[in-house]
């Protein structure tokens, strides 16, 4: 890689620098906070005046263990959340931290919210920085993007740098990283990003340097690997079903095999959230236009499979109530697409909520994170407070996001306040012994009824 004519940065020889974040949803809020606990001066911006004054008074505007600790640790003039891109000046590196959301209609991933942060920053910042993307886009994007900076603000440049945070462990991943990319086309840039990134660096966590395309690939196909490792054990469990065989033994078995590894190997609803559906199917999308397609109709398979998983829960509850929904209690026990989250994007479990009531199910969901965001996008579904509540007269008890306070329920109390004693196990997590031994009728996806 070249060097470039690109001055040293405000924060001289020293550690800190300021550090610049746009966009404050899921990515940037978090990414912003461990900045500042990384001991950067930081600046967060977003348009959304709501988001930015939670964040100023320590309130994370969504569910992240651990975040609003952090959040309160950090506060002060290391950390200053704001509606004004101005105030961005001075930035040494400025993150850029916004959605690419599915286009409507279309696989491909909607980039315009990129394009128009990198835009800003063209405008706004008035001397030598570092812009550096973390949303995750097509390949190609970050090509354009230097481009684009190149012809319109020539002091900056741009480098490439994907997360890889898993909900619900957002801040330790951020924190203390696995693996770092650095996607630069300079020696300044990634100078610059391994002192970013110092005290994770110093404790050990790998860095691996490449190009723009390669860097932006990396998150893309981490994704399709992980969604395809779980539809392939979904895919075990139909065969499972029809033979009578058990799939949680079997990848328990196949596990142990350290070329496979467990992990992402538990049979059930399937994945949803913000990033594998989305992120596949752009990953299809962009294939296509490159003339790769060939390369990846796999991933159709891949979600045709997570959403017929969710079809197949729909049946199994639709059968425990004797063949129809109508004049039927359905308790649902989860709405975020995973534990520890209040994301409820994509969600299967409100996905099955969702099809038993159009088909006359009286359906009640609980989560301990998420029921106001799922009352907001499903209005037309009942929520309670507690398992208990949900419970209360039900037909049929569905476990489909599974919270630990959900596994470790009382098969025998919770027996007692049911119309009648059956469980469908959605993500295989719990105890079919014990909620047999209670009187249950159990029923996992890819195990045998008895």
Known sequence: MDSTDVSAPSGGGGSQLTVGVVGLGYLGAVHAACMADLGHRVVGFDVDERKVSALRESRAPFFEPGLEDLLARTAGESLLFTTEPAELKGADVVFVCVGTPQRKGELAADTSYVVSAVQTLAQVLDAPALVVGKSTVPVGTAARLADLLAESAPHLELAWNPEFLREGHAVQDTLSPDRLVLGVASARAEALLRRVYARPIAAGTPVLTADYATAELVKVAANAFLATKISFINAMAEVCEAAGADVSVLADAIGYDDRIGRKFLSAGVGFGGGCLPKDIRAFMARAGELGADQALTFLREVDAINLRRRSKMVDLARQACGGSFVGRKVAVLG????????????????????????????????????????????????????????????????????????????????????????????????????????????????????
């Open 335 to 450: 709405a975020a697409f995973k534990p520890h989250s209040d994301d409820i994007r994509d969600s299967p479990a409100l996905n099955v909520a969702a099809q038993a009531r159009l088909q006359g199910a009286d359906v009640v969901v609980t989560d301990p994170a998420a029921v106001d965001n799922a009352r907001r996008l499903w209005p037309d579904l009942s929520f309670a407070a507690t398992p208990e509540e949900a419970c209360s007269g039900a037909d049929v008890v569905l476990l489909l996001t599974e919270w630990p306070e959900y596994v470790a329920l009382d098969p025998a109390a919770i027996g007692s306040l049911v119309r009648e004693r059956v469980v469908i196990d959605g993500r295989n997590a719990l105890d079919p012994a014990a909620w047999r031994a209670a009187g249950w009728s159990y029923a996992g996806l890819g195990r045998p009824r008895a």
